[in-house]
């Protein structure tokens, strides 16, 4: 069945570290990719999204490539700040359905 | 214009009790999703609506779980009778008129967290 496969967590960083969180999905059709975010007591935001094979999202320095050869939407950010502090979502999209990683929870220290 | 609001925040129910969380899309929103976050897990489908229809339901638990989004006021997610693995973040989305739903064009509240005592 369709499911996201995300890199286990926490994942600890120092600020201006370069950040890579790895995600892989399986698919029978062509979903959308997403990444969410949700910082500390808040709900969930998107942070970006890419539609079909080779698009890129982007974001707040965040980016992400639909890599559909290698099934994968892994998250990059150049160089990371304690505010990017949360846990992290990969999911896909099919028809009006999300489908979810487990999360990923990014901890900056300064 | 504000987002999606869910409430309560934080819900603490005995084992047996009732749970009622409530769901306010966003304006001019007519799409309702309910999805459930267990500990340590991702997010899981559980229902989307429509104003007075339920569209697909393939996610609620076959028992103790209902859903509505009556014409007027939120919607609501109901839990009789619940017991401890009730307990998880319930989130709630909207997304605008059409035709279908959208995945792309979702609006996501801050949950509620169900605690079973």
């Known amino acids: 069945g369709d499911s996201v496969t995300q890199m286990e967590g926490p994942v600890t960083l120092s600020e201006e570290a370069f950040l890579t969180i790895n995600c892989t999905y399986t698919a029978t059709g062509y979903p959308s990719l997403f990444w969410y975010v949700q910082y500390p007591g808040e709900g969930l935001q998107l942070l970006l999204k890419?539609?079909?094979a080779d698009d890129k999202g982007s974001n707040k320095g965040f980016e992400a490539t639909y890599r559909k050869e290698t099934t994968s939407f892994h998250l990059e950010k150049g160089s990371v700040q304690v505010s990017d502090s949360a846990v992290y979502f990969c999911a896909l999209g099919l028809n009006y359905q999300l489908i979810w990683g487990a999360g990923t929870k990014l901890i900056i220290k300064p | 214009n504000a987002g999606v609001m869910q409430n309560p925040r934080h819900l603490v129910r005995r084992r047996g009790q009732e749970a009622r969380l409530r769901c306010s899309p966003m304006?001019?929103?007519?799409?309702v999703y309910w999805y459930r976050q267990l500990p340590e897990e991702g997010l899981k489908f559980m229902v989307y609506?429509?104003?007075?229809?339920?569209?697909?339901e393939s996610g609620m638990p076959k028992e103790r779980f209902s859903a509505e989004f009556p014409k007027e006021g939120p919607s609501i997610l109901r839990i009789q009778q619940v017991v401890r693995g009730d307990s998880a973040a319930y989130f709630c989305?909207?997304?605008?008129?059409?035709?279908?739903?959208?995945?792309?064009?979702?609006?996501f509240g801050s949950g509620t967290q169900l605690s079973v005592l």
């Open positions: 890419a539609t079909k």
């Open positions: 609506l429509q104003k007075e229809n339920i569209i697909d």
């Open positions: 989305a909207s997304s605008p008129p059409g035709v279908q739903g959208s995945n792309e064009k979702l609006f």
């Open positions: 304006k001019g929103h007519s799409h």
